[in-house]
């Protein structure tokens, strides 16, 4: 876990220079999230606060929780993770246990907090792990659903053609991570979902 310290340093550091709103939906995970440039604009007026970092995987999100998540006192959690996992070669059951291990760890310092996943997008570079990833979002989708204030976010089939291949302009020219147009409906998929309004009640 070396390899994130700098990182996380970076913002532990940031935080005490200048502590977010309590009560923000905390946005948690991988570069695909710490990329989202207009996150505060397209998420509007919700209070959002971004504490992804580079090249995260579900059982990084796990080591690094406690540390940079609990000190922002957040209202709501939406995590994207699991991507890097997959693309590392962890099977597909070694992701579902991160999952369930970092849910854990959201119950023991969090409480009830709504919490939110949002499934793992279909990159045409991890194309070839399509089945994996959907081993994975089938798995976080039930774990979800089975929390009284859980929700899971589809934006896995909101990013493929009629042909069921992933929309190239949606994707940035690795293939992996965003465009401007796939942040754009990103924001569309998670306001349509009105996290972390809707919630059920506990």
Not at 35 to 63: K, M, Q, Y
Not at 80 to 106: C, F, K, T, W
Not at 128 to 142: E, F, M, W
Request: glycine share 8%; charged share 20%.
């Amino acid at each position: 876990m070396e390899w994130y310290e700098e990182e996380v340093r970076a913002m532990e550091h940031a935080h005490t220079e200048d502590p977010p709103p309590a009560g923000a939906t905390v946005f948690y995970g991988s570069s695909s999230l710490r990329l989202w440039a207009t996150l505060t604009d397209d998420l509007a007026p919700w209070p959002v606060v971004n504490r992804a970092f580079g090249g995260s995987t579900l059982a990084a999100c796990g080591h690094f929780f406690p540390r940079l998540v609990p000190p922002c006192a957040p209202g709501s959690l939406l995590i994207y993770a699991g991507d890097n996992d997959l693309g590392d070669g962890r099977p597909a059951e070694a992701v579902i246990a991160s999952l369930h291990a970092l849910l854990n760890q959201i119950d023991a310092l969090l409480g009830a907090i709504p919490v939110a996943f949002m499934a793992i997008k279909p990159s045409p570079a991890r194309w070839d792990l399509r089945g994996a990833i959907g081993q994975v979002n089938t798995a976080a989708h039930q774990a979800l659903a089975a929390r009284p204030r859980g929700q899971f976010i589809d934006t896995y089939h909101p990013m493929l053609d009629r042909d069921g291949r992933p929309v190239t302009a949606l994707f940035a020219d690795d293939g992996l991570h965003l465009s401007p147009e796939g942040y754009r409906l990103w924001g569309e998929i998670v306001r349509s979902y009105r996290f972390p309004l809707l919630l059920r009640e506990p």
